[in-house]
Protein backbone atom coordinates (compact mmCIF):
# COMPACT_ATOMS: atom_id res chain seq x y z
CA UNK A 1 0.00 0.00 0.00
CA UNK A 2 1.71 3.41 -0.96
CA UNK A 3 2.72 5.82 1.70
CA UNK A 4 0.22 9.11 2.24
CA UNK A 5 1.96 11.62 3.14
CA UNK A 6 -0.70 13.88 5.52
CA UNK A 7 1.73 16.37 6.24
CA UNK A 8 0.76 18.08 2.79
CA UNK A 9 -1.51 20.80 3.78
CA UNK A 10 -3.48 22.92 0.93
CA UNK A 11 -3.81 26.39 1.74
CA UNK A 12 -8.14 27.29 3.01
CA UNK A 13 -10.03 28.25 -0.54
CA UNK A 14 -10.81 31.97 0.07
CA UNK A 15 -14.57 33.58 -0.72
CA UNK A 16 -12.89 34.53 -4.54
CA UNK A 17 -12.03 31.21 -5.10
CA UNK A 18 -15.59 29.95 -4.82
CA UNK A 19 -17.55 32.44 -6.45
CA UNK A 20 -15.03 31.96 -9.64
CA UNK A 21 -16.20 28.71 -8.87
CA UNK A 22 -19.62 29.32 -8.73
CA UNK A 23 -19.67 31.41 -11.60
CA UNK A 24 -18.44 28.29 -13.75
CA UNK A 25 -20.71 26.46 -12.74
CA UNK A 26 -23.79 29.12 -13.36
CA UNK A 27 -22.26 29.36 -16.89
CA UNK A 28 -22.21 25.59 -17.46
CA UNK A 29 -25.40 25.53 -16.56
CA UNK A 30 -26.73 28.21 -18.40
CA UNK A 31 -24.87 27.01 -21.46
CA UNK A 32 -26.39 23.28 -21.77
CA UNK A 33 -29.94 24.60 -21.48
CA UNK A 34 -30.77 24.27 -17.72
CA UNK A 35 -31.45 26.29 -14.86
CA UNK A 36 -28.88 27.69 -12.08
CA UNK A 37 -29.21 25.23 -9.26
CA UNK A 38 -28.74 25.87 -5.69
CA UNK A 39 -29.93 30.25 -6.27
CA UNK A 40 -30.22 30.66 -2.36
CA UNK A 41 -26.95 29.31 -1.88
CA UNK A 42 -25.40 31.36 -4.46
CA UNK A 43 -27.28 34.78 -3.06
CA UNK A 44 -25.58 34.02 0.61
CA UNK A 45 -22.34 34.20 -1.29
CA UNK A 46 -23.30 37.82 -2.52
CA UNK A 47 -23.51 39.12 1.72
CA UNK A 48 -20.22 38.32 1.81
CA UNK A 49 -17.10 39.83 1.15
CA UNK A 50 -15.79 38.74 -2.10
CA UNK A 51 -14.24 40.86 -4.97
CA UNK A 52 -16.95 43.74 -6.83
CA UNK A 53 -16.78 42.67 -9.95
CA UNK A 54 -17.73 38.59 -9.41
CA UNK A 55 -20.64 40.05 -6.91
CA UNK A 56 -21.44 42.24 -10.27
CA UNK A 57 -21.23 39.41 -12.10
CA UNK A 58 -22.98 36.66 -10.36
CA UNK A 59 -25.76 38.76 -9.19
CA UNK A 60 -26.14 40.30 -12.54
CA UNK A 61 -26.58 36.56 -14.33
CA UNK A 62 -29.54 36.06 -10.85
CA UNK A 63 -31.25 39.18 -12.17
CA UNK A 64 -31.52 37.86 -15.70
CA UNK A 65 -32.55 34.49 -14.19
CA UNK A 66 -35.32 35.66 -12.47
CA UNK A 67 -37.02 38.06 -14.72
CA UNK A 68 -36.66 35.81 -17.43
CA UNK A 69 -39.21 33.65 -14.73
CA UNK A 70 -41.16 36.21 -14.25
CA UNK A 71 -39.93 37.02 -10.70
CA UNK A 72 -39.77 41.06 -11.01
CA UNK A 73 -39.16 41.66 -6.97
CA UNK A 74 -35.92 39.33 -7.01
CA UNK A 75 -34.56 40.84 -10.14
CA UNK A 76 -35.10 43.76 -9.02
CA UNK A 77 -33.36 43.07 -5.58
CA UNK A 78 -30.06 41.30 -7.51
CA UNK A 79 -29.90 44.23 -10.13
CA UNK A 80 -29.51 47.18 -7.22
CA UNK A 81 -26.54 44.56 -5.91
CA UNK A 82 -25.46 43.86 -9.29
CA UNK A 83 -25.29 47.95 -9.81
CA UNK A 84 -23.86 49.36 -6.35
CA UNK A 85 -20.79 46.38 -6.83
CA UNK A 86 -20.28 47.94 -10.76
CA UNK A 87 -22.16 50.91 -11.53
CA UNK A 88 -20.56 50.51 -14.74
CA UNK A 89 -21.95 47.54 -15.99
CA UNK A 90 -25.09 49.17 -18.55
CA UNK A 91 -26.72 45.60 -18.74
CA UNK A 92 -27.10 45.31 -14.91
CA UNK A 93 -28.83 48.75 -15.40
CA UNK A 94 -31.05 48.42 -17.80
CA UNK A 95 -32.06 44.72 -16.75
CA UNK A 96 -33.00 46.76 -13.14
CA UNK A 97 -34.74 49.61 -14.34
CA UNK A 98 -36.56 46.88 -16.72
CA UNK A 99 -37.60 45.04 -13.46
CA UNK A 100 -38.61 48.21 -11.37
CA UNK A 101 -40.62 48.91 -14.78
CA UNK A 102 -42.27 45.65 -14.95
CA UNK A 103 -42.71 45.83 -10.99
CA UNK A 104 -45.09 49.45 -11.13
CA UNK A 105 -42.32 51.42 -9.22
CA UNK A 106 -41.94 54.35 -11.70
CA UNK A 107 -40.72 56.69 -9.84
CA UNK A 108 -37.50 54.30 -8.46
CA UNK A 109 -37.03 53.59 -12.82
CA UNK A 110 -37.33 56.95 -13.19
CA UNK A 111 -34.67 58.43 -11.14
CA UNK A 112 -32.18 55.88 -12.83
CA UNK A 113 -32.69 56.57 -15.85
CA UNK A 114 -32.40 60.15 -15.34
CA UNK A 115 -29.01 59.58 -13.43
CA UNK A 116 -28.05 57.30 -16.43
CA UNK A 117 -29.16 59.65 -19.21
CA UNK A 118 -27.12 62.34 -17.87
CA UNK A 119 -23.93 59.81 -18.23
CA UNK A 120 -25.02 57.83 -21.69
CA UNK A 121 -27.30 60.21 -23.25
CA UNK A 122 -26.96 58.70 -26.49
CA UNK A 123 -27.48 55.57 -25.43
CA UNK A 124 -31.10 54.28 -27.11
CA UNK A 125 -31.46 51.66 -24.79
CA UNK A 126 -31.86 54.16 -21.83
CA UNK A 127 -33.92 57.13 -24.01
CA UNK A 128 -36.31 54.25 -25.05
CA UNK A 129 -37.07 53.00 -21.47
CA UNK A 130 -37.47 56.54 -20.01
CA UNK A 131 -39.90 57.42 -22.95
CA UNK A 132 -41.42 53.98 -21.75
CA UNK A 133 -41.65 54.52 -18.18
CA UNK A 134 -42.63 58.44 -18.66
CA UNK A 135 -46.04 57.24 -20.97
CA UNK A 136 -46.58 54.32 -18.87
CA UNK A 137 -46.87 56.45 -15.26
CA UNK A 138 -48.59 58.75 -16.94
CA UNK A 139 -46.41 61.92 -16.11
CA UNK A 140 -45.29 62.15 -19.87
CA UNK A 141 -47.04 65.08 -20.01
CA UNK A 142 -45.63 66.97 -17.27
CA UNK A 143 -42.30 65.79 -19.25
CA UNK A 144 -44.12 66.84 -22.66
CA UNK A 145 -44.15 64.21 -24.32
CA UNK A 146 -47.34 62.48 -25.31
CA UNK A 147 -48.49 58.65 -26.64
CA UNK A 148 -49.90 58.96 -30.28
CA UNK A 149 -52.20 55.63 -29.47
CA UNK A 150 -53.97 57.12 -26.47
CA UNK A 151 -56.00 59.83 -29.22
CA UNK A 152 -57.50 57.04 -31.25
Not at 35 to 44: G, Q, T
Amino acid sequence: MPEVNSSIRFPPRTGDDIARQTLSTMYEELRSGSKISNVESISSMLDTGIEPSLKAKIAGILLHHFFHAGMFDRAATYGAIACDADPADLEAQKGLVSALYRLGRWDQARQRLKQLLTEHDKDFDFQSLHGTVLVTSGSSTKHGLTAPWRSL
